[in-house]
């Protein structure tokens, strides 16, 4: 695994921290940086544990200190990113804080080097057009976990190189990801506006006291979510009608075109977060809401362990 | 297992035929019945098939041959519910054949008896009412296939007695299913309802050229649908945010309302079907359809197999 590419984590807490893990695992020398001293003391300690975790989950092919001898965990930026042809930037998602370091990487890097930035939804062009080399920028958004879920989104802003595009989607294929690549910016990208879409049903569906939050929860858990953790939607009513898509389509457009909500939806309404808060609350008490989060954790471990070795050719 | 009580299956094509199984493996016997001979000799076979399958995989808990045993077949209807405590219909989906047969099955029925419809889109109310019986009768809706997606969704017409809903709820858990109960009925329901957002927010994304179908799709394999797999959409954003779900909509609502489309999204246009139908078919030719699916149900299985070893108190 010799000779890949440095890669530098600038911005290191939860995200940044798991974009190391997906580097590393994959061969690159990995220079992580955070300002906060505190959060850089955090790093090398998580990622000791997530590696352990890792390797019981039979997701890693390497012995975990092989894997955590290409970390290492710098004091400065500029140190951080000397020699890097990559840069994950994860700091915090404020126009403000991207913008400032943005321009101090432009300041930093080589006309070689591609900044991808975490932004799970301030599009590039907010905050990269004052950067000499703003072509060499671009939105790389993760789901979190990104050692643990491999979706990752490649959004350009309108002056990014193309070039710079697909070298990330082959770095990001190569390190094990599934790069998904968007033409053009838009509000959610595509990731958070299917969410979106299905969340703003969900709720007013709770609203209008259809279901409980739990019976909502289960129409996915036990439900859509099976064929969805294996296919997309597309694939899915391709495979649900005799012909195919065109076929599921002509039979059933007009009873989805019949759902539509007039007037759409608006914000989710204060009183019904309340309801829903208590709701969740008698069935998970708050301090119980850390615990949770890392059985979920463990679940997307042993689930990508599994789809793994049930759908290798995926 | 011997003393549960006889289920009758009304309706023996690929829904019904799951059906069977469902109950037959829970310890039942089930008596099945279809209008159609050719469609009557098909349920023997496909279910000793469809045992050996399960078996392979883990899901059952008996030999295949004790389950088969179990299963009849019945040239009428009248022998096929003689005796039975609950009737599972499954026929074509229309509201005169839903209307006919629940007609002939309320001449033949006793008080104790009820009827749950496999109807995935029309309302109990609208085929039943004419019941002498009609408070026995309710929606109990299979994702398909239903033995191996668990979810059932029971929905009340205005007449149906709580009391049968309870029934059949307390049935559906017995059996291994997971009943989602909707307190009224709504176009749709709920599963197909998030299924109808999400399918109309990509739709909308690949008519703008936003990204392919095939990206569109891993957004949800390689990203959402991991965690929707075992968890569903309320229980994943009480875990995004460090204080739950109230924390998390205080922080996101405005973003997502800010993502609804104005208008709201209309039928999907022919000329975008066509598209989908073209880039689905370089992907996957026509005559490869029934092999993907058969790929599809076994992935499902496994699936199943994995979620009940990985995640048993669910």
């Given at each position: 695994?010799?000779?890949?590419?440095d890669?530098?984590i600038v911005?290191?807490?939860?995200?940044?921290?798991g974009?190391?893990?997906?580097?590393?695992?994959?061969?690159?020398?990995v220079?992580?940086?955070?300002?906060?001293?505190?959060?850089?003391?955090?790093?090398?300690?998580?990622?000791r544990?997530?590696?352990?975790?890792?390797?019981?989950?039979?997701?890693?092919?390497?012995?975990?200190e092989?894997i955590f001898?290409?970390l290492s965990?710098?004091?400065?930026?500029a140190?951080?990113?000397?020699?890097?042809?990559?840069?994950?930037?994860?700091?915090?998602?404020?126009?403000?804080?991207?913008?400032?370091?943005?321009?101090?990487?432009?300041?930093?890097?080589?006309?070689?080097v591609?900044?991808?930035?975490?932004?799970?939804?301030i599009?590039?062009s907010?905050?990269?057009?004052g950067?000499?080399?703003?072509?060499?920028?671009?939105?790389?958004?993760p789901?979190?976990?990104?050692?643990?879920?491999?979706?990752?989104?490649?959004v350009?802003?309108p002056?990014?190189?193309?070039?710079?595009?697909?070298?990330?989607?082959?770095?990001?294929?190569?390190v094990?990801?599934?790069?998904v690549?968007?033409?053009?910016?838009?509000?959610?990208?595509v990731?958070?506006?299917?969410?979106?879409?299905?969340?703003n049903?969900?709720?007013?569906?709770?609203?209008?006291?259809?279901?409980?939050?739990a019976?909502?929860?289960?129409?996915?858990?036990?439900g859509?979510?099976?064929r969805?953790?294996?296919?997309?939607?597309f694939?899915?009513i391709?495979?649900?009608?005799?012909?195919g898509?065109?076929?599921?389509?002509?039979?059933l457009?007009?009873?989805?075109?019949g759902?539509?909500?007039?007037?759409?939806?608006?914000p989710?309404?204060?009183?019904?977060?309340?309801?829903?808060?208590?709701?969740?609350?008698?069935?998970?008490?708050?301090?119980?809401?850390?615990a949770?989060?890392?059985?979920?954790?463990?679940?997307?471990a042993?689930?990508?362990?599994?789809?793994?070795?049930?759908?290798?050719?995926?």
């Open positions: 695994m010799a000779g890949k590419a890669i530098a911005g290191a807490g939860l995200v940044g921290s974009w190391a893990l997906v580097f590393a695992r994959a061969g690159h020398t220079r992580a940086y955070d300002p906060s001293a505190e959060v850089r003391d955090r790093i090398l300690p998580w990622a544990d997530s590696l352990a975790e890792l390797k019981a989950a039979g997701l890693l092919e390497e012995e975990p092989a001898a290409r965990v710098h004091d400065s930026l140190e951080a990113v000397a020699g890097v042809s990559y840069v994950q930037e994860s700091v915090y998602e404020t126009v403000e804080a991207k913008s400032a370091v943005s321009l101090e990487l432009d300041a930093l890097i080589g006309p070689e591609i900044v991808g930035s975490s932004s799970s939804g599009p590039a907010r905050f990269t057009e950067c000499g080399q703003r072509g060499r920028f671009l939105i790389v958004h789901v979190n976990p990104p050692h643990l879920v491999p979706v990752v989104e490649l350009p802003a002056w990014t190189d193309p070039e710079a595009v697909e070298m990330v989607s082959a770095l990001m294929t190569a094990g990801q599934v790069p690549c968007l033409t053009r910016e838009i509000d959610g990208f990731l958070n506006r299917l969410q979106g879409v299905l969340l049903e969900a709720w007013a569906l709770y609203e209008d006291g259809i279901a409980s939050l019976d909502i929860d289960a129409t996915i858990a036990h859509l979510g099976l969805w953790s294996f296919m997309g939607p694939e899915t391709d495979l649900n009608a005799p012909g898509i065109a076929d599921y389509a002509a039979r457009r007009g009873l989805y075109a759902m539509v909500r007039m007037p759409p939806p608006g989710w309404p204060d009183a019904v977060i309340d309801r829903a808060e208590a709701e969740r609350r008698t069935r998970l008490p708050a301090e119980g809401l850390a949770r989060r890392a059985w979920r954790d463990a679940g997307l042993r689930l990508a362990a599994f789809k793994k070795e049930a759908f290798p050719t995926q």
